[in-house]
């Protein structure tokens, strides 16, 4: 078992000198009456949380509420984060497992939608349907990012959105780091042959980290 601080506040000492490991271990001291270490903790992360939901998801709406439901989980469930791995990557897991499930029900959601677009198309006149939306988005990586298989788009994801290591995500995704290496590079591959059909040249990337 993880040797457990006691960590005292000194009103002296700003929160945002503390490492993480001293916030949860105040976090766990303070809730749920006292939100001041958690507050810290969600401004610490808050941002990168949004950032790696969006990517997964592609949409503002869904990102927005999937990063406040993984801190929100962070609030309930610190106690039980027993430090054997670092809290970035505890709470990456978390956020992980809620884009998966909210990804899973858009898919399901879409599937739903295409079938009653393809019974509507056998009662009505193609001339009633408008010219698909052609319109290019903004974000050629997003664009890129979205013609992915969900686990290649969250490989690509973790190692270039959040800058974690090979072994970090295996940690994460609960994968093999020789596993893990495996899929980076093809997901590297599809993403490199997504992002060329957008139009624009791919920098080159470097050598993953392990």
């Not at 790696?52 to 999937?66: H, R, V, Y």
């Not at 430090?83 to 992980?96: A, E, P």
């Not at 992915?148 to 994968?175: A, N, R």
Request: with cysteine; net charge neutral; proline share 4%.
């Amino acid at each position: 078992m993880a040797k457990q601080l006691r960590i005292v506040p000194d009103p002296d000492q700003a929160l945002d000198k503390l490492t993480d490991e001293e916030l949860v271990e105040l976090c766990k001291q303070q809730l749920p009456h006292d939100l001041t270490a958690y507050r810290e903790l969600v401004k610490r992360y808050e941002g990168l949380v949004y950032n790696i939901c969006m990517k997964f998801l592609g949409n503002p709406q869904d990102a927005e509420e999937i990063a406040q439901d993984s801190l929100l989980q962070v609030f309930h469930k610190i106690h039980q984060f027993q430090g054997r791995s670092q809290f970035k990557t505890w709470l990456y897991k978390i956020v992980h497992n809620f884009c998966r499930n909210r990804i899973s029900k858009i898919i399901r959601k879409r599937e739903v939608q295409e079938a009653y677009e393809e019974h509507a198309k056998e009662d009505l006149p193609v001339s009633s349907f408008g010219e698909a939306d052609t319109s290019e988005k903004s974000a050629r990586i997003q664009e890129a990012l979205d013609k992915l298989k969900p686990k290649e788009k969250e490989i690509i994801v973790y190692k270039f959105v959040s800058g974690m290591t090979l072994q970090e995500i295996s940690d994460v995704t609960g994968i093999g780091a020789s596993a893990a290496k495996m899929r980076y590079y093809r997901a590297m591959e599809a993403f490199k042959e997504a992002y060329e059909r957008t139009g624009k040249d791919l920098p080159k990337a470097n050598p993953p980290s392990s």
